[in-house]
Structures are given as C-alpha cells and as structure tokens.
C-alpha cells in the first residue's frame, strides 16, 4: 500500500471587500521572490514580472466613479490549461495541489502562457539584473531565474518546504517553539501551522484580503469557502442553478473549466455606483 | 489537355538541364545577395539568442508573434508539394507533370524553414533537446524519467511536421533517380562520381521502372494521410488553446488544410512562372499548366473563404463578450480591421476575381500578381488569427495589449524568403526542377484524337 507522505491540498481565499488596492503584497511577493526590478520601460512594454498583480478597474460614469481592486495571481488550478501543453513538463501539478514550475526544464517555449487565461505567467525577456546595492538581498531559498524561461506564483513554495521541513525532520513546532513527538511529525493540517508556511503576500496584507491554508483544516480560515465553491460546481455538474446573488464565493473565468484552487469573495456594495 | 509542339528526348535534355549544365553570370550573384541577407539575418538571430527574446516586440499577453506566424506560414506553403505530387498524380492529372518536383522541393525547404521559426523563438534555444528528442545521437535526458510530454501540441507538431520532411525527401529523392542517371551520363569527374552514387545504378531497364513507379505511387498513398495531419497539427496549437477564446475552434484544422493548399499552390505557380522566366523553359511551363493551377486554385479558394466566413461567424454565434472583443479588434479597431480588410481582398477577392477570366489566367504577370497576393493575404490572415487572439484573449480588459514587431522580428522573417528563394535557386543548380522522365513519359502518352474535322490534342493511357 501506497502512503501519502504529504497530506495538504492548499488554497487561497481572497476577500474582495477587504482589498484596499494597496500594493503590499505586490512588494512582498517582488521582495520574496527575487523578482527583478521593473522598470517604468518594463512597465510600458507589458513585460513588467508581477506574480501578484492589483489589477484596477473603473466603475461607473465620471463623476460618479468608484475603483475596483481585484489581486490576480497564478490560481494554482486543478485543470490547468498551462500544464498539458508544456511539451517538456516545465510544469506540473504536485501533491499538494500546487501548479509548480520546473525551471530547468523550461525551454521557453511559452505556450502555457498563451494558454493561461489569467495572463499570470512571466517571460524573461532578458538575464535578470539588480542594482549592486540590493545584490545582498537576494532570498537564498529561491533560485534567481534566467533568460528565457517562465516564472510564475509557486504560493511561496520555499516556505512551504521550510515548514515541511520543521516538522518533518526537525520536529519544531514553530509557533510554541516546542519539539514534535516523533509519531506525529506528519506533513498535515495538524501539524503545519500557519507560523510556518505563510505566502508572504498574505503575511503582507494589512487588512487581511489574502487567506492562505490548507482546504481540509477545519479550523483554517478557508474550508468553509472551498466547500461552498465545491458545493456551487457540483450543484452546476448536476444541471442545478447556483443564485449568485446570495453567494459572494466565486472562481474566475469557472466557465473556462480550471478549477482554481483560490476563490474570491465578492465585495460587498453597500452603495452602488448608479448605472447610467 | 496538350498544347504545344511534341518535343523529342533529346531536345527535352538539352533544354531542362540547362539550369545545371550551364551557369550564368546572374546566378552566383543571386545566390551570394540571398546568401548575405541570410547570413545578416543568422547574424540578428544569434544576437537575439544571446541577449534575449527581449529585442522582439513580444509581451506578455502577446506572447507569439511573427514567428509562430512566419512558420505557419511556411507550414501552409508546402502543403503545395503533397497536393502537386500525390494528389494529381493519383488522380492522373496530366498537366501535373512539369509542377510536381518544383512542388515537392519547395516543400522540403519550406518545411526547413518553418521548423526553424519556433526552435529560434524559444526563449533557450540550447534547450531544445529536451523537446526535439528526435536529433539522433543527440542523448535524451530519460535518466530522471523525464520524457516529452505527449499531451502537448508542441509534441505531436515536430513529428507531424518531421514525418512531413521525411516522406517528401524519400519522395523526392525517388523521383529523381531517372534523372540522376541522365546527369551521370553527361557530367565528367568528381559530379559524375557523385551522380553517378545518387543514381543508385540505374540503367533504365523494365524492373528498375517498375519499382520506381510502384515507390512513387505507394508513397503518394502513404503520404495523403499526412496531407491531412500537418497542417490539422499546426492548427491545433491555436485549436487546443482553451484559454484563448477566438483559438478555441474546432473549425481550425479544416481551415488551415485548405489555407495552406491556397497558400501553397499559389505559391508554386508563382515559382514555375519565375522558373520558366529565367530558364527558359516555355516549352515545358505552359500556359495551360498555369491557367490549370489557376482554375484549382478558383476551386480551393472558395473552399478556404467557405470557413473563413463560417469561423467569423461561429465567433459570433455564440455572443461571448471575450469572442466580441477578439472581433471588434479584428473589425473595428485601427489599423486591425485595414489589415483585415486587406488580407480578404487581396486573399480572395482580388486572386479570384483574376483567375475567373480565361485572358487574365494566361497573362503570366497578372498570374505572378494574383499568387503574390494570395501569400502576402495568407501571412496576414494567420498574423490576424494570432495576434488579436492573445491581444484579447480573456476578459481581464487590465491586461488587454497590443504587439509591435521589432526590427529583429522584421529581419528575420524577411529573411526567410530570402532564405528559401536561395536554397531553390542552388538546388536548380544540382537537380532539374523539371522531372525529365516525367516530361519524356508524357511526350510519349500524347497522341491526337480526330474529332469529326478537327483533331484534338490529347493523352493516351492504357491503365
């Protein structure tokens, strides 16, 4: 019999109605992540690498304009669309739920971000470069990419291993600062805490829009919504209807059929922008 | 069908291999301006290679550009080859012959080219071992257990295309040996040597001709499957996109088959033209073998404008906001919809309004008009499926871009044509592009028929 070693599927909640637009997780995901500088050229040309992005949206006729924040990241689909074209399996689902991103295979062939319907897949366009005084503050836990290759969100996959690790072979409960009895330095809910594995974008966010943990932990602060957004796939599956005005749970772009593993709540208007 | 005077064996000799026997002035000086472009556009390849595929104008939701279009459309142009070859000679078109090893050589270099369109626009070429597992003696990296993966269209489309490569040089090849022997017998030294190993020994008797035949038939048999999978492949890297709404089609495959025997035959006709014109060969490309491919071209255009209307349409069927939005950039947005509108007149509308006049279809320049803007149209057709697709490929409008090619793009795909008018005007320099056998054996078939007063030129065939 074939044991699971790992035991986690992660997912990400993120409250619309709490974002405020801020960019926080934007400079924690760059800090973290050893993504290049973008320049204002990076910008103009598209090409600016954002693993997280806050994409902004107006609503409403002007005077009457209200913006809309909406963070979009790799969703970590279970159908990825990336995944079956990749022609050397640069890219694949692991046992975590996780879309993970092979860097020495890729051979930039970019299909699986043409293919990717939420545009959150990066090309290095050129050889990375930090000015020499941020040479020191590389994160040592994460490979710095080359040219030619995709990059995308891994949802801090480094830290992820760092808490597997923890408790797994160091048997360190890194919340109570207490060791782990042996039999139960499992990789599961129970024993990987939010102290150890938190994204930084989520660890960053002040108002707390990003939620970030694993799908079966009860007392996690995503199961709820990952089981509403299971129950409104399987009620649609089934030929029933899902009223969208009593649910603020949502997947994007569903109807393309991938399945993410990050679920968005809607915001909450308590005063609509009059439609004109 | 025949038209013209009967020419004698001898006659025919002289005349087709005099690409070969003799060399004019022009001809190194052709080959070595081809020969400059292409090595300046290698030149900007590497420079592309080594800095990174940033010096392109791709981005990121335009992520492919002039290449993938360039080797689409390259793809389409040799669909001609297989169309020529196989399917008129299985369909014992006579006026098949004087086009059909233009057709296939065309189609072996076109498919060269292509296939170096997206090798060089990966952004690690060095990699490429790890997708073309086929390069022999080149080890795969399976100690790990890491093989292609074969879900991928960017899998099935090499060995599509590879399979395509290979059958159209054995095609080619066979073919040739009829001819090879002739060469043989009327070089001296090291090219007699060689054409003598290429001929493989042959003296022309009975068995040898049955065997030649028999190969030429099988593969012409072997090969129309792939006729159909090529270029159904290609499009399937668009068609399985689910991500990109206006990709997503299940009307691509037959749309692009019937594109690239457009583009292709089109293209063909426009290199016998310029073959006849600086070899001189009038009395092999007649003017009826040009108004024949005119006429199929009538046929197969209308059959490509069939879909291009019902694909437009089917995009609209469903009334999706994200198809709308392909569309209204297609259709309404400048300069998309000016290209747009160019690329259906001059891909339909001018070609075919051309080929419908009987006086039209024998005027070689207006021909040579007519085939050129039937390819700049199908360039632009794949370019317009391409870019505005990605250009808008989901709703995420914050994400909405458009695509500028750069210079290096711009030389390189420029370069192509040089590339493959080189690699064409080299090979006339070592094989007829004009199947002697082929000639001679329809020489022989010819016969008149006597109709009441008039006769009628025609072909005699037993089988």
Redesign the interface.
Known sequence: MVTQRIDHKWGMVVDLDRCTGCQACVVACQAENNIPINTKEYFQ????YEWIRI???WEGEFPNVKAKFIP?LCQHCENA?CE??????ATYHNDEGLNVQVYN???????C???????VR??????PQWPDRLRNQLNPDVTVR?????EKCSFCVQRLRRGEVNVERRGLDTLTGQSIPVAERKLNHRQMKEGNYLPSCVQACPTSALQFADQHDETGPVKSYFDEANGHIETREAGGHVNEEETRVYRL?EE??TKPNLIYLKKVEPFPVEKA | MQEGTPLQSRQINRELLVSILNSPKWFWMAVGILGLIVLFAMGTAGLMINKGMGVTGLNRPVMWGFFITNFVFWIGISHAGVMLSAILRLSKAEWRRPATRAAEILTVFSLMTAMMMPLIHTGRPWRLVYWIYTVPFVPYDYARGIWPNVRSPLVWDPSAVYTYLTSSILFVIIALIPDFAVLRDRTTGISNKIYGMLAMGWQGNPRQWKLQIIAGVLLSALILPVFVSVHSIVSWDFGMAVSVKSWHSTIFAPYFVVGAVHSGVSAVAFVLIILRYIYGWQNYIRHEHIDALARLLIVVATGWFYFLVMEIVFGFYGREADEIAVRNLQFMITPWNIWMMIFVGVTYFLPVAIWLSRSARRNLWIMSLACISVNVGMWLERFLIIVPGLARKQLLTFDWYTYTPSAVEWIIVGATFAMVSMLMLVIARVVPLIPLYDIKEGEILRTEIKIGRVSVPATFRED
């Open positions: 040309q598209r090409r600016a994409e902004r949206y979009i669309p079956p074209v990749c022609p050397v399996f295979r890729c051979v930039g062939t970019r299909y971000s043409v293919n990717c319907p939420y545009t990066f090309f290095n366009y050129w050889e080359s040219r030619g290759i995709m772009f393309v059929g």
